[in-house]
């Protein structure tokens, strides 16, 4: 006789899910759900869903750079100790801070300090008496001694300038003379 089957059948569709990541690419190589990435890009994973079907997983990957920036500073030696982002110098040279950039990633900012020194000089000059008052370089010597002027050097540093001042005193001599009349 007759026989009437029948067949219900359910179709469990396949699942699909689109993910997306951004990290920062000292993170990498970054793995995620058996996918391996070395770089951005985009990759599918195929997975089983709950019901036994397949679950297609893609993952678009974003990588933010490590950002650096060098900035080259010139100091004169009077601003050591020197403190630019929570880095402390004590004399020229270069060093890295690790900072965050604005995508969360690090951010490596490196100074490369010059200091220039301080410029000492000094001069001896030795004058006569009557050049007394003395002007050397904004200073007043009313007599002989050593004066130190600040000034700026090329650079914008100090520049310290000493004189050494020595006067000789003006010579004077008196003669007394005896001479015969006739020799009037």
Do not use: M
């Amino acid at each position: 006789c007759d026989s009437l089957a029948t067949l219900n059948l359910t179709v469990n569709p396949e699942v699909t899910s689109t993910t997306s990541i951004t990290i920062c690419d000292n993170l990498l190589p970054y793995s995620w759900n058996g996918l391996t990435f070395s770089a951005a890009g985009s990759q599918t994973a195929t997975l089983t869903s709950s019901a036994g079907c397949d679950s297609l997983a893609t993952l678009n990957l974003t990588v933010n750079p490590e950002v650096t920036s060098t900035t080259a500073i010139t100091i004169c030696d009077n601003l050591l100790p020197y403190s630019w982002n929570g880095l402390t110098f004590s004399a020229a040279g270069s060093q890295t801070a690790t900072l965050t950039s604005s995508s969360g990633c690090d951010s490596l900012a490196i100074l490369n300090l010059t200091v220039n020194p301080e410029v000492t000089s000094t001069t001896s000059i030795t004058i006569c008496d009557d050049l007394l008052p003395y002007s050397w370089n904004g200073l007043t010597f009313n007599g002989a001694g050593s004066q130190t002027a600040t000034l700026t050097s090329s650079a914008g540093c100090d520049s310290l300038a000493t004189l050494n001042l020595t006067v000789n005193p003006e010579v004077t001599s008196t003669t007394s003379i005896t001479i015969c009349d006739n020799l009037l």
